[in-house]
């Protein structure tokens, strides 16, 4: 299809308005990513936020419980030692049960609320003097007695938690220290019986925080004490033992604990240089719960902004794109003949002109055909203008088919059009104008016969203006005119 309108100067550029489209998708883009990116970066902030306050407040809890088991094992290593010293001393001493020894350790035991027995032992293992009544239960073969016959033991040794042979139904463990003669062989143990329930109700009033847990366990995964309790005080972990191995003096681990399969932040203390750790921990599910629902509401505003954006830059982009249709559209209609659909006059003066230079610049031939139909007033008088009107489309469809796409085809008036024809010398232009008188002779009917005069005419490189070369043209065409019609005349150079 010949270039009919060209996409000159007075013309919307698509691609232009394609660069302007996707610099509002870009932006768009932009303002949505960042919306995004900072709706993100708030709720890890958050998350993060969160769990660190977490770890602070179960990492003071746990240093503040340890604190607590390290001063009552250093009281009991205190007490031990008070007792060894009485028992060198005081002369009874050397008589099982003897009362002053007896008022001693009663009095020992009453300042000391979390112990709830005291026990000497003597080297096979009898209890020579403690602080219980009726029948002493034989004890030689618990470990807080076997482990110091086996080999010397530094400090004291803290057994696991066993139930009470005496109270059933009483879980206990013990504190021991040995005492050695210079030889080294043992004289006596003195035994500390602390019953669990003393840590169930001394830090009954420990007030935790939803989610929070606090156990006090050994290094042989042996659980002594844990809020809230679940039913695992005494009871043995070794996966806590192995986890432990981990730890050195503090350390603070992520891990699914092994009591109640949830995933928990656990913040380790060693009691002083004891075998004992208090774990402090929290559970995420819990901990996060806060920030959930608010993060609910942050990605919901986040998510309103990033489709408004979206909505903006969509509606932005129409409104872009309607923009450039209709300024097209005028555009088009500025520069076209709205029955034929050819361009019109003043679009066809510019084209020249644009040609011309062209054609100064890259030394190229360009042609001009100006064709008038012939008798055309005859057309609308016997059959009207309707008639006329349906004849001149006729005309602009013949041409639209013969003529080239680099070719701009115009009305140039009432049944006058003109043909451009870039890089087309004279002859091939009188060549292409009597294509189109032939075409147009076969387009007619029985009633209306249509033909057209011609002239053509090339552009010289003395002709600085169209207007010179139009005239040669519209000579061209009076002569064809004047020789009868229906014919092609060129102006030829002068010799």
Not at 207 to 222: H, K, M
Not at 272 to 287: F, I, M, N
Request: overall charge positive; some cysteine; proline content about 4%.
């Amino acid at each position: 299809m010949p270039k009919s309108l060209d996409g000159g100067s007075e013309h919307s550029n698509p691609s232009e308005v394609c660069h302007f489209v996707k610099r509002i998708w870009t932006f768009g883009i932009l303002c949505m990513a960042l919306t995004i990116f900072f709706v993100g970066h708030n709720l890890v902030t958050q998350r993060q936020a969160a769990l660190q306050q977490a770890r602070s407040d179960v990492d003071d809890l746990a240093q503040s419980v340890a604190m607590d088991m390290s001063r009552i094992f250093f009281g009991l290593s205190q007490i031990f030692l008070g007792v060894h010293n009485v028992l060198e001393v005081a002369p009874e001493a050397s008589r099982p049960f003897a009362l002053p020894v007896r008022h001693v350790l009663d009095e020992l035991k009453a300042t000391n609320p979390f112990v709830s027995a005291l026990l000497v032992l003597d080297a096979s293992g009898e209890i020579v003097h403690w602080t219980g009544s009726g029948e002493r239960p034989s004890v030689r073969d618990r470990d807080y007695f076997t482990v110091h016959r086996q080999k010397p033991v530094a400090g004291l040794f803290i057994s696991a938690p066993f139930p009470s042979r005496k109270y059933p139904g009483q879980w206990i463990f013990a504190v021991s220290s040995a005492y050695r003669d210079s030889a080294g062989d043992l004289e006596q143990v003195i035994v500390a019986l602390v019953d669990l329930e003393y840590f169930r109700t001394n830090y009954a009033e420990l007030r935790l925080s939803p989610g929070q847990a606090i156990a006090l366990v050994s290094s042989r995964g042996d659980i002594y004490m844990r809020r809230p309790d679940q039913g695992v005080s005494g009871r043995n972990f070794p996966q806590i033992a192995q986890r432990l191995q981990q730890v050195d003096g503090s350390a603070f681990l992520r891990v699914r604990s092994h009591i109640d399969q949830t995933m928990r932040g656990i913040s380790f203390k060693w009691v002083g240089a004891y075998p004992l750790v208090v774990a402090a921990s929290y559970d995420e599910q819990t901990v996060l719960a806060k920030w959930r629902k608010g993060s609910l509401v942050i990605a919901g505003f986040g998510a309103a902004v990033v489709v408004t954006f979206f909505l903006l830059t969509l509606m932005s982009v129409r409104a872009q794109r309607k923009q450039a249709r209709t300024r097209e559209m005028l555009q088009k209609l500025a520069i076209t003949d709205p029955l034929t659909q050819l361009a019109n006059r003043r679009h066809a003066l510019d084209c020249a002109t644009m040609e011309i230079k062209k054609a100064q610049r890259q030394g190229t031939p360009l042609s001009f055909v100006l064709m008038d139909l012939d008798h055309f007033k005859s057309i609308n008088d016997s059959y009207g203008h309707e008639k006329g009107d349906l004849v001149l489309q006729r005309v602009a469809t013949v041409l639209n088919r013969l003529c080239r796409q680099t070719d701009v085809v115009s009305r140039f008036g009432g049944e006058e059009f003109l043909l451009i024809l870039p890089d087309t010398d004279l002859s091939g232009a009188a060549s292409n104008a009597e294509k189109i008188r032939t075409a147009l002779e076969h387009a007619g009917s029985d009633t209306v016969r249509m033909t057209a005069s011609f002239g053509v005419a090339q552009w010289r490189e003395v002709e600085s203006a169209f207007k010179d070369t139009l005239r040669r043209a519209d000579r061209a065409l009076y002569e064809a005119k004047a020789a009868g019609r229906n014919r092609v005349r060129i102006d030829r150079p002068p010799h």
